[in-house]
């Protein structure tokens, strides 16, 4: 175990002591600030708004919403860190913002163990795509095609990204053109636009898979795609380090351990309910609710921590 896991561990422990509080024994002082780590209309931030209307609804809560884009989630981190914790400001980000992306800045102020984790709303389902019918639609025709000299490029819209897409070639002896480009959207625009041949996307390919336009050739995640299991795992090729992660929402560290399990349990009241907007959405379009709250959420991102320390590590080497 790493002196920082362990640094983390002891701080997380200590703000996930057990609290048995739900959304009905709190109230918020008053209107909660929902910052938004993605852009305006994808979905990320559709799921996002979901959730906060179905805590409206359910609650009688004022959320109001607002963009903060950029830096991989950091600048929403650092303007949430200026926030009171109090449980009037809340922000969503994906889980590499707290881990590799933070890990990576290495801004003190910026460290998962500055953040209380509310919780996950749908873990990644991040697939190697390309386009049905191209000349890089199976994971077979990639590596001929890069061992015939191609330059295949590979759409990446992360740092982390990128550093696995480098490794995984490595591990299995191929040589990609990593092109980074604005987030899976881009991806998926420069596949269509024939300017990338294969590239990681965390989800929102489900609908261009679902309808054959796309494929995923490869899971980059630990297990097998929802929407494509006969896909091999990264792992299954020879790669050795993932892309898993999820959604969430995230406060301020030190919030009130009542403020932090309302919270969560009003997330996980909307996300669990099958006629709630926000489940139909990630159920079609991210592979389904996957809940995290409490002390599960604390584990899970220790775990991931400690995952991008080590894919730090090996690409600094590398």
Not at 113 to 124: C, K
Not at 173 to 196: C, E, H, S, T, Y
Not at 265 to 289: K, R
Not at 291 to 317: C, F, H, P, Q, Y
């Amino acid at each position: 175990m790493t002196k920082l896991f362990k640094h983390l561990l002891l701080a997380t422990s200590i703000l996930s002591a057990p609290v048995f509080a739900n959304a009905q024994d709190w109230e918020p002082p008053g209107p909660i600030k929902l910052l938004i780590g993605f852009a305006a209309g994808g979905g990320a931030d559709t799921q996002a708004r979901l959730v906060a209307q179905g805590i409206e609804e359910r609650y009688g809560w004022t959320i109001l919403p607002e963009q903060v884009e950029g830096n991989s989630g950091l600048s929403l981190a650092a303007q949430l860190t200026s926030e009171p914790a109090d449980g009037t400001a809340i922000g969503m980000v994906v889980s590499e913002t707290l881990t590799y992306s933070a890990l990576a800045a290495g801004d003190p102020e910026l460290q998962l163990d500055q953040f209380t984790s509310l919780a996950t709303t749908a873990s990644f389902e991040l697939g190697l795509v390309a386009m049905t019918g191209s000349a890089y639609d199976s994971w077979d025709k990639v590596v001929a095609a890069a061992e015939g000299g191609e330059a295949v490029r590979f759409g990446v819209a992360s740092d982390r990204q990128a550093d696995v897409a480098w490794l995984f070639g490595q591990s299995v002896g191929l040589d990609f053109n990593i092109v980074p480009v604005q987030g899976g959207a881009g991806v998926m625009n420069g596949l269509r636009g024939g300017d990338l041949d294969v590239g990681w996307v965390a989800g929102a390919q489900s609908k261009a898979v679902q309808q054959g336009e796309m494929v995923n050739i490869v899971s980059g995640i630990s297990q097998k795609l929802g929407d494509s299991p006969d896909a091999p795992t990264i792992t299954d090729l020879g790669g050795e380090y993932l892309l898993d992660g999820y959604f969430m929402f995230i406060a301020p560290g030190g919030l009130d351990p009542s403020a932090r399990a309302a919270l969560g349990s009003a997330i996980a009241d909307v996300l669990n309910d099958p006629e709630s907007e926000a489940n139909q959405l990630v159920e079609s379009g991210f592979g389904g609710a996957d809940v995290l709250t409490g002390e599960d959420v604390d584990a899970r991102m220790l775990e991931l921590n400690e995952e991008a320390e080590a894919l730090l590590s090996a690409a600094n080497e590398s």
